[in-house]
């Protein structure tokens, strides 16, 4: 079996070529720039832009991948370049899926990584996939947009649609929330500045996210639907802060930025994952966040 991961250069893509290769796979790859380091389980990658549906259809052709992930997006809410948010999560992944019916090599299955952003800020408390969306910002917006033009296509490909709420790990960039203050504590910082501490959020190690991705790639039921991707339970910042003291030892100061508070954020945002687990049957262990949390503190360098 082969799996051609997009994005495979990022903080998911790295984690899933792991564990597909552990699990047989062949992994193949495509970047928007050339790979730095190793990644463990990565056969080759192919440097290629995804505004290009031609580069695209002879990775394809050449690979011809039983199985696609599509990870590779502008995946920073804050990102400043708004044009280039919708050119990539939206019609650069149009451009995916034209290039694979292009190229004749139909996979067996076609994973489309959307977001839980998509849910906005209107709706709190658990969230199933029949919430109604309501996106927040143009991340989201570009993401909803993706998983409309992802239907075109369900005639004719075995698209699957993962919509992953907040997930974390070694690697993972300051830029998101709990790397920021893993990282502030392995530096013994004593001060790190915040905003809303009662919020509550539901956190994911990327260590299950990429096992629930495998998962649903060799799960024929899986084609046609859309699945978040979640613990199912909610922390909030300030359970996670006592986590950290506790593991790490080191007591420090936490200080409230008015600056980092959204005026409209929702007290509580958390997934079910009813419809996961039905669908995989609990084949995968959730990992706790204290475990994730002690990983990312004892293992950050990596």
């Known amino acids: 079996?082969?799996?051609?991961?997009?994005?495979?250069n990022g903080f998911t893509g790295r984690y899933l070529a792991t564990e597909l290769s552990q699990a047989g796979y062949k992994v193949y790859g495509v970047a928007h720039r050339p790979v730095e380091a190793i990644i463990d389980g990565m056969k080759s990658v192919y440097i290629c832009d995804l505004e290009n549906i031609n580069e695209l259809t002879h990775v394809i052709e050449e690979v011809q991948p039983d199985?696609?992930?599509?990870?590779?997006?502008?995946?920073?809410?804050?990102?400043?370049?708004?044009?280039?948010?919708y050119r990539t999560n939206l019609i650069g992944s149009r451009n995916l899926l034209e290039a694979i019916l292009c190229s004749g090599e139909t996979p067996t299955s076609v994973l489309l990584a959307s977001s839980a952003n998509i849910y906005g800020n209107?709706?709190?408390g658990m969230l199933d996939e029949i919430t109604s969306p309501a996106p927040a910002n143009d991340y989201a917006v570009s993401k909803l947009a993706m998983e409309y033009m992802a239907r075109l296509y369900m005639d004719r490909l075995p698209i699957i649609i993962v919509?992953?709420?907040n997930y974390t790990g070694v690697g993972q960039s300051e830029s998101?929330?709990?790397?920021?203050?893993?990282?502030?504590?392995?530096?013994?910082?004593?001060?790190?500045?915040?905003?809303?501490?009662?919020?509550a959020r539901d956190f994911s190690d990327v260590r299950n996210v990429v096992q629930f991705y495998r998962y649903l790639l060799s799960t024929p039921t899986a084609i046609g639907e859309t699945f978040n991707?979640?613990?199912?339970?909610?922390?909030?910042?300030?359970?996670v802060l006592q986590m950290i003291r506790e593991i790490s030892g080191h007591n420090f100061e936490v200080r409230v930025n008015p600056a980092f508070i959204r005026s409209n954020e929702v007290k509580i945002l958390l997934g079910s994952r009813a419809k996961l687990d039905a669908v995989l049957?609990?084949?995968?262990?959730?990992?706790?966040?204290?475990?994730?949390?002690?990983?990312?503190?004892?293992?950050?360098?990596?």
């Open 281 to 302: 049957m609990e084949r995968a262990p959730q990992i706790p966040l204290r475990e994730t949390l002690r990983w990312m503190l004892e293992e950050g360098d990596r």
């Open 176 to 199: 998101f929330l709990l790397p920021k203050i893993v990282n502030h504590v392995r530096r013994r910082a004593p001060v790190v500045e915040l905003g809303n501490l009662d919020v």
């Open 67 to 85: 199985v696609i992930v599509h990870l590779a997006a502008i995946a920073f809410v804050a990102h400043g370049d708004i044009e280039t948010i």
């Open 122 to 124: 209107s709706s709190e």
């Open 229 to 239: 991707v979640c613990s199912g339970q909610a922390y909030t910042l300030r359970d």
């Open 163 to 165: 919509r992953p709420f």
């Open 1 to 8: 079996m082969k799996a051609l991961i997009t994005g495979i």
